[in-house]
């Protein structure tokens, strides 16, 4: 039986990328909501069916009048990612009301809502990279960004709401859609391009002593495995709570240059550039994602290797789009 979705984000990276595996199911009842802007993010739509875009403030003024036909599910991807966004009010209101305002919308309404937070919630790992509640209150975020994620997470905690809704925690996703994502692309399609304009990839250089240069680890996260755990969450009302969403295996940037490098059929060049002061104090240099909770609760999907991914990605998108 078809199902009706709404997809909050469903223009953005993750979100075509789910709007797409929901249409190969054969769903297209799908109300997606986003803000195109005057960049090129139309273009993740294209080729997708889907019965209606709204945009995000619309959107929002529907739900608080109880404008909207009934759903089955929300799949709320919708936020603003930029780790280097300085409106703290504009993030709380963005990332933080507006989500809470659709949840309880959802909640009110019967409504299967999964919604995404973020790794930026871990802020530097002193903590772990565990995802049950009991530590979220122990959790310092890096940027506002995490914070405003991190928010949510805190409230729904507090409410005792993870007995009714499901949120991800997506580590370093990447993959195809994300062209229109600017500074906030990821490290693959960012490599990808330095290395066709100039023969080599720049990493930073570490500030730490116990990481040396292009060291840093990252939990590399390919989309498709993403929107598969994503889905297995929208799909089952019963399966409840705070999930981590990674492969849980930590990759060296290094690791990653390798493989852009390998996928390109090129000799690796890695240049090293200092930090940014911005990011000086704010660079995650380990995220490693316990996927325990989320394998229990019965995800048994296989992640996509590292290498395996970026050979997808360049070859099969990146080089084919390029001609």
Same mark, same amino acid.
């Given at each position: 039986?078809?199902?009706?979705?709404?997809?909050?984000?469903?223009?953005?990276?993750?979100?075509? =990328?789910?709007?797409?595996?929901? =249409?190969? &199911?054969?769903?297209?009842?799908?109300?997606?909501?986003?803000? $195109?802007g005057?960049?090129?993010?139309?273009?993740?739509?294209?080729?997708?069916?889907?019965?209606?875009?709204?945009?995000?403030?619309?959107?929002?003024?529907?739900?608080?009048?109880d404008?909207?036909?009934?759903?089955?599910?929300?799949?709320?991807?919708?936020?603003?990612?930029?780790?280097?966004?300085?409106?703290?009010?504009?993030?709380?209101?963005? =990332?933080?009301?507006?989500? &809470?305002? $659709?949840?309880?919308?959802?909640?009110? =309404?019967?409504?299967?809502?999964?919604?995404?937070? /973020?790794?930026?919630?871990?802020?530097? +790992?002193?903590?772990g990279?565990?995802?049950h509640?009991?530590?979220?209150?122990?959790?310092? %975020?890096?940027?506002?960004?995490?914070? /405003?994620?991190?928010?949510?997470?805190?409230?729904?905690?507090?409410?005792? $709401?993870?007995?009714?809704?499901a949120?991800?925690?997506?580590?370093?996703?990447?993959?195809?859609?994300?062209?229109?994502?600017?500074?906030?692309? /990821?490290?693959?399609?960012?490599?990808?391009?330095?290395?066709?304009?100039?023969?080599?990839?720049?990493?930073?250089?570490?500030?730490? %002593?116990?990481?040396?240069?292009?060291?840093?680890?990252?939990?590399?996260?390919?989309?498709?495995?993403?929107?598969?755990?994503?889905?297995?969450?929208?799909?089952?009302?019963?399966?409840?709570?705070?999930?981590?969403? +990674?492969?849980?295996?930590?990759?060296?940037w290094?690791?990653?240059?390798?493989?852009?490098?390998?996928?390109?059929?090129?000799?690796?060049?890695?240049?090293?550039?200092?930090?940014?002061?911005?990011?000086?104090?704010?660079?995650?240099?380990h995220?490693?994602?316990?996927?325990?909770?989320?394998?229990?609760?019965?995800?048994?999907?296989?992640?996509? /290797?590292l290498?395996?991914?970026?050979?997808?990605?360049?070859?099969?998108?990146?080089?084919?789009?390029?001609?």
């Amino acid at each position: 039986m078809s199902r009706k979705y709404i997809v909050t984000g469903g223009a953005g990276f993750i979100g075509s =990328n789910l709007v797409a595996e929901l =249409n190969a &199911r054969g769903e297209d009842d799908i109300l997606i909501v986003d803000r $195109l802007g005057e960049g090129e993010k139309w273009k993740n739509l294209v080729g997708l069916r889907f019965a209606s875009l709204l945009d995000k403030d619309d959107f929002r003024f529907a739900f608080r009048h109880d404008a909207l036909q009934k759903v089955d599910a929300v799949i709320h991807l919708g936020a603003c990612s930029s780790t280097t966004e300085r409106r703290a009010d504009y993030l709380a209101d963005n =990332n933080y009301r507006y989500s &809470r305002e $659709l949840c309880e919308w959802c909640l009110q =309404n019967e409504v299967r809502f999964v919604y995404a937070s /973020s790794a930026a919630t871990y802020g530097d +790992g002193a903590q772990g990279y565990s995802d049950h509640c009991d530590g979220l209150l122990d959790l310092r %975020p890096l940027n506002m960004y995490g914070f /405003s994620k991190h928010l949510f997470d805190l409230w729904a905690h507090r409410e005792g $709401l993870f007995e009714q809704i499901a949120g991800l925690k997506y580590f370093n996703v990447y993959g195809p859609r994300e062209e229109h994502k600017g500074d906030m692309r /990821s490290m693959v399609h960012k490599a990808w391009g330095q290395i066709r304009e100039t023969g080599k990839v720049r990493l930073f250089k570490s500030e730490r %002593p116990d990481f040396a240069d292009g060291e840093q680890r990252r939990d590399f996260v390919y989309v498709r495995d993403a929107v598969r755990a994503t889905l297995f969450l929208a799909d089952d009302p019963s399966i409840n709570g705070l999930f981590n969403c +990674g492969t849980g295996r930590a990759r060296t940037w290094n690791d990653l240059a390798r493989a852009v490098f390998a996928a390109m059929g090129r000799t690796p060049q890695i240049e090293y550039i200092d930090l940014p002061p911005a990011l000086r104090g704010k660079y995650q240099y380990h995220t490693e994602a316990d996927m325990t909770k989320l394998r229990q609760a019965g995800f048994d999907a296989e992640f996509t /290797s590292l290498e395996d991914g970026v050979t997808e990605y360049v070859r099969d998108y990146l080089e084919a789009s390029a001609g």
